[in-house]
């Protein structure tokens, strides 16, 4: 935990904050060695960076008062991870990744190829997600909330899944679209990023189906190449947001520079 961020759910009528979620108190308590008095750099959700400082410690709670300093600004361009259903582990480290960088949001659909049995995984509780993305958010310093959408309801006990919209079915609408794809062009060739949002489409282990690209081509949706090696599918997310956030910092550089 480089940043606590905390949800405005957790302020007391005082106006200050309470923690009172164990795993967190261990880490604040065990791990940062934090005691009453000290200051911890924090985040306020979607509003904020600034400074906790523990006012009262107990066995069940933390009790301190949040101080904003400054007001941090949503990544231009924004970016859409549309990710295909993969394995819960992947899943999870999806999460973690998209909390760090601060994507606009994530949605989870099917893809033609994606494996329906990962629908049973507890991953996709709307508690768990949320825990994910927070830890990604605590790592990197980053306070705004992806906003999340799944492309499905997850099976029940003797309830089957059922799909709302699938990827396929997703790119009909009027975004601007890529997908990852090792035969795509380079992030560089598609300066400059003149529009305000991007839509990625990243695909399942098993990757896209000739239908699927064909879709894609109907639309006129380009690939996007980020190495000459096989990615996973969390790899090739994180590939993706690091070089275009690169991408991103020398185009502004040469607009200042101009």
Do not use: C
């Not at 549309?82 to 973690?96: C, G, M, Y």
Request: glycine share 6%.
């Amino acid at each position: 935990m480089n940043y606590l961020i905390l949800d405005p759910s957790q302020k007391t009528n005082s106006g200050e904050f309470k923690i009172s979620n164990q795993d967190r108190i261990v880490h604040i308590l065990k791990v940062l060695q934090k005691k009453e008095g000290d200051k911890i750099k924090s985040g306020l959700l979607n509003d904020s960076l600034g400074i906790f400082k523990i006012l009262k410690i107990t066995p069940q709670e933390i009790l301190g008062s949040y101080t904003p300093i400054i007001k941090p600004k949503r990544r231009s361009p924004g970016i859409n991870l549309i990710v295909s259903v993969q394995r819960p582990p992947t899943v999870e480290k999806i999460l973690e990744l998209a909390g760090v960088w601060g994507v606009q949001s994530l949605e989870f659909r099917l893809a033609t190829l994606s494996r329906t049995e990962y629908l049973t995984s507890p991953v996709w509780k709307e508690e768990n997600i949320k825990e994910k993305l927070i830890l990604g958010m605590e790592q990197g310093g980053n306070v705004f909330l992806p906003k999340l959408d799944l492309g499905f309801v997850p099976p029940g006990k003797n309830i089957p899944f059922e799909k709302k919209q699938s990827i396929s079915e997703r790119v009909s609408s009027p975004q601007t679209f890529l997908y990852l794809d090792k035969k795509g062009k380079f992030i560089q060739e598609f300066l400059p990023l003149e529009e305000k949002e991007y839509s990625i489409l990243v695909g399942p282990e098993p990757g896209w189906t000739k239908t699927e690209l064909e879709i894609f081509r109907k639309y006129n949706i380009p690939g996007v190449r980020l190495s000459s090696s096989v990615l996973r599918s969390e790899q090739a997310v994180s590939f993706f947001l690091s070089q275009w956030e690169n991408s991103v910092s020398r185009l502004e550089g040469q607009r200042i520079r101009k």
